[in-house]
């Protein structure tokens, strides 16, 4: 595994869910609110076009994620639908970002010299 590749690709997959999912909840939780109580659309529109274009971004570097740590499709189509229920994405992030440091350091160890035993 390229070690270096990984944590490159680790470290722009979370700065995507983080962006796409606080632009989601700004978006739901106070975009929404103001468009439909308010009638102002302006939240909505400043929050869900940029959503819309970063979303995509965060499929390719969750894409990018997934190949370079062999997951499961399953795994990328869930972490991929997190990215459109708020506060989702980040629950995402921390299991994806667990699983990707526990596999980081079982190669590690895997890569470490063993104890000379006598």
Known sequence: M???GVRG?????RVMAWIVGVLLVVLVC??????????DDWVVTATGVPHGW???LL????????RRV???WRWLLLIALAG??????????RFATKDVQGRLAS????????????
């Open 9 to 13: 690709a680790l470290t722009r997959y």
């Open 84 to 93: 459109t229920v708020p506060f989702l994405s980040f629950v995402a992030e």
């Open 30 to 39: 106070v975009g929404l609110p103001l468009k439909y109580l308010g009638g």
């Open 54 to 56: 970063l979303y995509m």
């Open 107 to 118: 190669t590690a160890s895997e890569d470490a010299p063993s104890p000379i035993r006598e």
């Open 59 to 66: 499929l390719i570097t969750a894409f990018d994620l997934s």
């Open 2 to 4: 390229d070690v270096r």
């Open 70 to 72: 062999k997951w499961p």
